[in-house]
């Protein structure tokens, strides 16, 4: 909502751009092509997590107001405090989004849809989780009506564990650090497998209290009961009529979007939207992996180091191109000890500010890794107080674009605006528009 106001209510001649000059590209550069299969694709992907979290949020609120829930409240409690922060992720995906919609730059626009990606990872993963722990909430509440003789106390202790096991990852997703994000995306179905054998153990537990108080009618009702609640089946977004699709010898996809043979359920059209966003540098491979082998059921969950199927990788835009983008550490890209470039200069970062870069748009969100060279070049030298002398110095050169800007439509740039004429000479300087979080002094 904000965007749009803003470019209904800003008067004033346009801003002109200057034209960049033509450049060397980039790995996983779309080259200035069109970005919006890669901009609906991101929407389409936080939508499905929207409509997941508020499902989840309805879900706990009812188990919540249950007036002998006690004891067991501080675990629906604990669910309900992940709630904020994925909305967040969400409404800062959808900002993002809605903004390299609105710049007129295609690099610039591709820029900001891969800044989305530490945040829809961190939301699909944390969904999924949040899942997760609604099942074992719903199973609590099906053994204290179904099955006393399996214990408050013992069940309490159960749940206990299962939220020491999951509080870990959601913190690390919750920090929205890409590093961290990644790291816990990637180890998601060893921690799901884990918590498949507790839900199991639990379950498993339940049905010999009751058989051993010689209860053979509850254990039945017991048994149907779980039937109807969520039984750890963390899945993906409701399966649409999919047209078949080949994934692989042995994993071809029917009608119905789920593969024959296997128990991967996926959808030609998820697959096809992970595809985009893969090889638009938006999220990584592997954590996609992750989300296919955990559909693909226990076996696949409990073995680290397990891969897809090539046919399966290949599908995905599987590339070294596309993993390059997302290597991290000294054994990676070679970039890891490579300085930050701040393009939005951070001495004026209220200059910014006033000018709408806050938030999921803050000028820290705008960093690129450099070469050192390179970063010496454009900040005129090693010495950046001698380097300010010079009138090309990226900092002085770009505040003085933005500033004649101002001056030549008389008023206020639009955020939008100044993204424009930062990817002109971003271009110009030949500066890839791969935006990683930057530290703030």
């Not at 034209?19 to 694709?41: K, V």
């Not at 009702?221 to 963390?234: A, C, D, G, K, N």
Request: charged share 25%.
């Amino acid at each position: 909502m904000r965007l749009n106001h803003a470019r209904h209510v800003v008067s004033g001649p346009p801003v002109e751009v200057p034209e960049p000059r033509s450049r060397g590209q980039h790995p996983g550069d779309l080259g200035g092509q069109d970005a919006t299969p890669t901009h609906q694709a991101v929407l389409d992907a936080i939508a499905d997590v929207k409509g997941s979290t508020e499902s989840i949020a309805r879900a706990l609120s009812k188990l919540g107001s249950r007036g002998d829930w006690d004891v067991f409240t501080r675990y629906t409690d604990y669910g309900s405090r992940q709630l904020p922060w994925l909305r967040g992720a969400q409404r800062s995906v959808a900002l993002l989004a809605n903004t390299s919609e609105a710049v007129a730059d295609a690099d610039m626009a591709v820029g900001l849809l891969r800044m989305t990606g530490p945040r829809l990872q961190a939301a699909m993963s944390g969904a999924m989780l949040l899942a997760a722990w609604l099942d074992f909430l719903r199973l609590a509440e099906a053994v204290r009506e179904q099955c006393p003789f399996y214990g408050t106390e013992r069940l309490f202790v159960d749940m206990d564990r299962v939220q020491k096991l999951i509080e870990p990852s959601m913190t690390a997703l919750a920090s929205l650090e890409p590093e961290q994000v990644e790291a816990t995306a990637r180890a998601l179905p060893v921690l799901m497998a884990q918590l498949t054998h507790e839900f199991q153990s639990i379950q498993e537990g339940a049905r010999v209290a009751s058989e051993r108080a010689g209860k053979v009618i509850a254990v039945a009702q017991f048994m149907e009961m779980l039937t109807l609640v969520s039984t750890l089946r963390m899945s993906l977004p409701r399966l649409p009529p999919a047209a078949p699709a080949m994934l692989g010898v042995g994993l071809v996809m029917g009608s119905g979007g789920v593969m024959t043979g296997t128990r991967v359920v996926v959808s030609a059209e998820w697959v096809e939207r992970m595809r985009r966003l893969v090889q638009a540098g938006v999220i990584s491979v592997p954590a996609v992996s992750s989300a296919i082998r955990i559909h693909a059921g226990q076996v696949m969950m409990a073995q680290p180091n397990r891969e897809l199927p090539q046919g399966v990788r290949d599908a995905l835009g599987d590339s070294p191109e596309v993993r390059g983008m997302h290597e991290t550490g000294r054994a990676g890209a070679g970039m890891s000890d490579a300085p930050k470039h701040h393009v939005l200069p951070r001495e004026h970062r209220e200059w910014f500010e006033k000018r709408g870069f806050k938030g999921a748009m803050d000028i820290d969100q705008f960093c690129v890794r450099m070469e050192k060279s390179h970063h010496e070049a454009i900040h005129g030298g090693g010495d950046w107080r001698l380097g300010r002398m010079w009138a090309g110095e990226w900092n002085r050169m770009i505040m003085g674009r933005l500033r004649d800007a101002e001056s030549a439509v008389g008023r206020m740039l639009t955020r939008n605006e100044i993204l424009n004429i930062v990817a002109a000479h971003m271009q110009a300087a030949d500066i890839p528009m791969n935006f990683i979080r930057g530290g703030r002094r």
